[in-house]
């Protein structure tokens, strides 16, 4: 069974620029869930998407966006790069709208901004 | 908001011994994770505890979940060089459905041969 997989692997833009990373869930998780893991500052949550719907958003500014397609992939996006959103952009799944449910980690896309 | 706490946040050891790696909150969690990650990587997922007290053993490691669910540990013996990585761990708020883990550090292990 094929795992949660994420595109591109790297990503290099300049400041101001527009980002956007892709996502596609295990089969039959209808959950994604975005993390940001900056260095020194271990994963931290953006954006939690489950049945097309955005459900939960971190700390993080408007800039920072996402959508979640019928087929349950997703796709985040930020507008207006800065130099402080380079890192590694984690993509999971899980099985939904359950609390505690397992999430399962892609790979990863590493961006960077200079 | 709740926080985890990992120590130690660095631990490098000889190949054989013994370590606990500690993961504390002053918050309750429905259940708790434990990731190892690579570096350039994804975290990859070790194991799920649940019940306040429970104990999980997986070959060497060994994960505990405390008895108010507010704390973890994992303890790995006769460490290998092949256990070297960031270990992390997440906690699954017990208030609502947030659906989001908050995650600890990490404690990034090097074990030497």
């Known amino acids: 069974e094929a795992g949660v997989t994420q595109s591109p692997t790297h990503l290099i833009k300049t400041r101001g620029q527009q980002a956007t990373l892709r996502c596609s869930p295990i089969s039959g998780h209808t959950s994604v869930y975005w993390y940001q893991q900056a260095l020194g500052l271990g994963l931290q949550f953006l954006l939690w998407?489950?049945?097309?719907?955005?459900?939960n958003r971190g700390n993080f500014p408007p800039r920072f966006s996402g959508r979640q397609f019928p087929n349950y992939s997703s796709e985040l996006n930020v507008n207006a790069l800065e130099l402080e959103d380079s890192a590694l952009y984690l993509c999971?799944?899980?099985?939904?709208?359950?609390?505690?449910?397992?999430?399962?980690f892609g790979p990863g896309t590493r961006l960077t901004v200079t | 908001t709740q926080l985890l706490e990992q120590s130690p946040q660095f631990l490098s050891i000889q190949e054989g011994e013994n370590l606990t790696v500690y993961c504390n909150s002053s918050s309750v969690f429905s259940s708790l994770q434990w990731y190892r990650q690579e570096p350039g990587e994804g975290p990859v997922l070790l194991v799920t505890v649940v019940t306040g007290g429970e104990v999980k053993k997986l070959k060497r490691l060994t994960f505990q979940f405390g008895d108010a669910r507010k704390d973890s540990s994992l303890h790995i013996t006769a460490a290998q060089p092949g256990d070297t990585g960031l270990y992390l761990c997440?906690?699954?708020?017990?208030?609502?459905?947030?659906?989001?883990?908050?995650f600890g550090k990490g404690t990034k292990l090097s074990v030497k041969p």
């Open positions: 997440a906690g699954a708020p017990s208030e609502g459905s947030q659906g989001n883990l908050i």
């Open positions: 999971a799944s899980s099985l939904g709208l359950i609390t505690g449910s397992e999430q399962y």
């Open positions: 998407y489950d049945e097309g719907e955005e459900r």
